[in-house]
């Protein structure tokens, strides 16, 4: 036994350990540039010492502003007599012979040459980081778009869109998985409170949730939960070859986890948790669906207790540790999960989107046509504005009103939404009204134009 628990021990060791996560930057085309050297000092430096500076010039005839330092010694730049090339030429070097593009505090533009900030968190005050080269073009792009894959933007486009054009029932029973998911995920994130991998060696191509805790992975279990869990609620509910579902979903799951790597943003003993521990939640919470469902659509006082039992949670994870993005994203799932499910309510109470009799399954996807892209389209568009409308709003109100409740000050925005007197209901109620938004009043706005 004791062989076996040292086994297991430096298994874990191996898998958290930065060198692995660096080997694999370094095998997908991510080097880091050296840092620049101490300027040399010994025998080729024939700079005069500081303190004799003002004796040299008085040697030189004076200290006259029109007065030309001496011509260097050939050996100047040297380090014991061996030339020592700049730093900008050893980037220069790399990116000719790797063709890479130098990328640090900023990442190129490959279309432009322009350097572009990387994409960070606005109330996080983290370094640049290490300027690094990204040889491989591909595969840089590939793992960005399969981190954006668990950020906010996807959940903002992708759980709507499903919601107006495709399956109001299947989109419903997800949400509630995605919030239990990542709700348990980000408070096990700060119950643990591992570090995320240590740079260097790890080369942070990307720095927006640097500020959370790294075990588990919430990328891993989102990448996990929502392509599984729709393979699993569409699974004879539409008619689609079973093997293509289950490629894609492994597809969705085997790239987020690589991206996460990819960015420096967690160990291989992190990922590999994301996922076990979503597939754990999914065992436990999926035979439930029917129960959550039908309790969100028909019991009298489920908003009530919908709202209350979020709220409840968003205080329970603010008091695990000090602020970090994972709070506020913890705030924000609450909300959206509590607004969903009160739409839920009110929808069934008024007869909108109306679950299809279970006589009419399984559903053959739809013919493609002009006329169907078009209205597809046209719904996505007027309700992703009507929701990024919805958000302006309600956070424009939420942030002063909650900072004058509380006698905040609120000359400073970004210190005071760090509070949790501001945060949470910031958050909760902002992203709570955006999801009661989208599965109310936008399917409501569309029966009005004539779009459903």
């Not at 902002?430 to 004539?450: D, E, K, R």
């Amino acid at each position: 036994m004791g062989l076996m628990a040292g086994g297991w021990r430096r298994l874990f060791r191996y898998l958290n350990h930065p060198d692995q996560v660096a080997r694999f930057q370094q095998l997908c085309g991510v080097q880091p540039v050296p840092a620049a050297p101490p300027p040399p000092q010994a025998n080729g430096d024939c700079r005069p010492p500081a303190g004799n500076q003002s004796g040299a010039a008085q040697r030189r005839g004076g200290g006259g502003g029109g007065e030309q330092p001496p011509s260097p010694h050939p050996d100047c730049g040297k380090r014991n007599g061996v030339a020592y090339p700049p730093r900008e030429s050893k980037v220069k070097q790399q990116q000719q012979e790797g063709e890479g593009e130098v990328v640090g505090g900023a990442a190129t533009d490959p279309a432009t040459g322009k350097k572009q900030p990387r994409r960070r968190n606005s109330l996080n005050e983290e370094a640049g980081g290490t300027e690094f080269i990204i040889r491989n073009r591909l595969l840089y792009y590939l793992f960005s778009f399969g981190t954006e894959l668990g950020n906010e933007l996807f959940y903002i486009t992708f759980f709507p869109f499903w919601l107006w054009n495709i399956d109001p029932y299947v989109g419903r029973r997800l949400i509630v998985i995605w919030v239990w998911v990542m709700y348990l995920g980000q408070c096990t994130k700060d119950i643990i409170r591992w570090p995320r991998p240590r740079s260097p060696p790890v080369v942070k191509v990307e720095v927006f949730y640097d500020s959370e805790y790294g075990m588990p992975s919430t990328h891993a279990m989102s990448g996990t939960a929502i392509p599984f869990s729709l393979f699993f609620l569409t699974v004879g509910r539409w008619q689609y070859p079973y093997a293509f579902g289950l490629l894609l979903a492994s597809s969705w799951c085997i790239l987020v986890c690589l991206s996460r790597l990819y960015m420096g943003m967690h160990s291989i003993l992190d990922v590999i948790a994301g996922v076990l521990y979503s597939i754990l939640i999914l065992i436990i919470f999926h035979p439930a669906l029917d129960i959550i469902d039908n309790f969100n659509l028909t019991y009298k006082y489920a908003p009530l207790f919908i709202i209350s039992l979020h709220l409840g949670m968003g205080l329970f994870s603010f008091t695990l540790d000090t602020w970090s993005t994972s709070r506020g994203d913890t705030a924000e799932i609450l909300g959206t999960g509590a607004g969903i499910a009160c739409a839920s309510h009110f929808n069934h109470m008024f007869g909108i989107l109306p679950d299809p009799p279970l006589d009419a399954l399984p559903f053959s996807p739809p013919e493609i046509s002009v006329n169907l892209i078009a209205r597809a389209f046209l719904r996505f568009v007027i309700g992703v504005i009507v929701l990024l409308l919805t958000r302006a709003v309600l956070k424009a109100c939420t942030i002063p009103l909650a900072c004058k409740i509380f006698r905040i000050p609120c000359t400073d925005i970004r210190q005071a939404r760090k509070r949790m007197e501001v945060e949470l209901p910031y958050r909760y109620m902002t992203y709570g009204m955006v999801g009661f938004v989208a599965l109310f009043l936008v399917p409501s706005l569309f029966n009005y134009l004539n779009l459903s």
